[in-house]
């Protein structure tokens, strides 16, 4: 891909999150990386330009549309990275895919839906294995803290000697609002759960997203959903709202490799609300805002009322609130020899808008800049699987805290 015109595209520019990633992209990039900014519209691609970072005024403009093969295939074929923020997935996200699939091009996304990657990978696996592209899925935060921080705990207890990993659980704790994007395509993967049971079955088997289903071991995973409960620490937990996707895709990672973190790993995700008669008034909060927010949205006169009150696609928090955010999860590990780990993966910035926006651009630096170190991988990927440890360090380099250590 050396002859191509781009090292990396933006597409969906001008978009909340979109045009977060270009302006990271545009201060952090080193000196010489080729971007461009593609979207539908060149009025607001050139408006959206002009806000950006001075680094970014010369950067071409790609008039694209999700629904245009002939542009998406244009577009993929001038870049050696394509970026993408047009969401829902489901909906926008299957010809971009297929594009990069066929020109070879590499692709990194921010996507949370089960349904959207099981059909992505069924589709274009093999076209992108035969051309050399990563199609790296989930590259915000859903799912990299869980995908890298598993990783990074099986490097380890390999490093020692330690055996497989038998259980690990990620305790997440977090400042920030939902996305209007992820809330957009939280309605249509319902929709789409409640009409269709191929897609509901996909959606409730905990290995939906695996490469090769007949070949999982027959154990049970923890649930995505548990009862409220109460850690040693003292810390009260509720589930974690996208425990049901992040853990398809550090499950989807464990298959592709080999199974190399263990075959009888067992890994779930819950929520920390804190300690004490704080952390179990907390939780009883979350739980009763999660159950309002989950049935509103399954029945259309609530979901109505809801729509009027929820973040619309394509908004955000303003720039103080999305600098006042933070994200830490704790993932606690247990291996075949006994040996216990702890690894701790945080960042600063609203979760979901600042420090998503840090690690899609970080992806996509690593995909354009870092090929020679990258796993040696093409085809529907994950961000352990088509990028591996190398955004570990991009993302500490870029003040995030990825570490692992023994408990």
């Given amino acids: 891909m050396t002859d191509r015109e781009h090292d990396i595209v933006v597409f969906g520019a001008t978009g909340f999150v979109g045009e977060l990633v270009a302006a990271y992209l545009a201060d952090h990039a ?43 295939a244009g577009l993929a074929a001038s870049a050696r990275v394509v970026v993408t923020t047009v969401g ?39 076209a992108a294995r035969a051309t050399g592209a990563r199609i790296v899925h989930s590259c915000g935060y859903d799912s990299i803290p869980s995908d890298i921080g ?43 759960i409640r009409t269709d049971r191929a897609a509901r ?15 999982e071991p027959e154990i049970e995973q923890p649930p995505d ?39 009888d790993l067992r890994y779930g995700e819950v929520m920390g609300c804190g300690t004490g008669l704080k952390g179990l008034a907390t939780a009883a909060a979350v739980m009763g805002g999660m159950g309002l ?11 109505a009322l809801l729509d009027r009150v929820l973040p619309a696609p394509g908004t955000g928090p303003s720039e103080e609130a999305r600098r006042r955010g933070w994200f830490r999860d704790v993932l606690h590990a247990r291996t075949e020899s006994g040996r216990r780990y702890r690894g701790v993966v945080a960042g600063r910035g609203d979760p979901g808008y600042a420090a998503t926006a840090v690690m899609l ?23 352990a699987t088509g990028i591996g440890s190398v955004l570990a360090e991009r993302l500490r380099a870029a003040g995030h805290t990825y570490t692992v250590e023994p408990a």
């Avoid at 509103?296 to 979901?303: D, E, I, K, S």
């Avoid at 651009?361 to 961000?383: F, H, I, N, Q």
Wanted: net charge neutral.
């Fill in 30 to 72: 080193p000196a010489g990386t080729r971007f461009a900014l593609a979207g539908r519209s060149p009025g607001k691609l050139a408006a959206v330009r002009d806000r950006l970072p001075a680094a970014a005024r010369e950067w071409p403009l790609i008039t694209a549309d999700a629904t245009d093969a002939a542009t998406l």
């Fill in 225 to 263: 959903a548990p009862r409220p409960a109460r850690l040693p620490d003292g810390t009260w937990t509720v589930p974690f709202m996208m425990a049901g996707y992040n853990t398809r895709i550090v499950r989807r990672s464990n298959a592709l490799l080999g199974w190399a973190y263990g075959r």
């Fill in 293 to 303: 927010i989950a049935g509103g949205l399954a029945l259309p006169p609530t979901r």
């Fill in 361 to 383: 651009g970080e992806s996509a630096l690593a995909l354009a800049l870092d090929t020679d170190r990258l796993p040696d991988r093409a085809g529907s990927l994950t961000p």
């Fill in 150 to 192: 598993v990783l990074l705990l099986h490097e380890r207890a390999a490093a020692d000697d330690a055996g497989g990993l038998i259980e690990v659980q990620l305790v997440a704790t977090a400042r920030g609002g939902f996305s209007g994007g992820t809330i957009d395509s939280a309605r249509g993967q319902l929709d789409a």
């Fill in 88 to 126: 829902p997935y489901a909906k926008h996200g299957m010809p971009l895919v297929e594009a990069c699939a066929a020109a070879g091009t590499h692709y990194a996304d921010l996507t949370g839906e089960v349904l959207f990657v099981r059909a992505a990978a069924d589709k274009t696996d093999a």
């Fill in 201 to 215: 079955e996909i959606a409730f088997d905990p290995y939906g997203l695996s490469p090769d289903r007949a070949g």
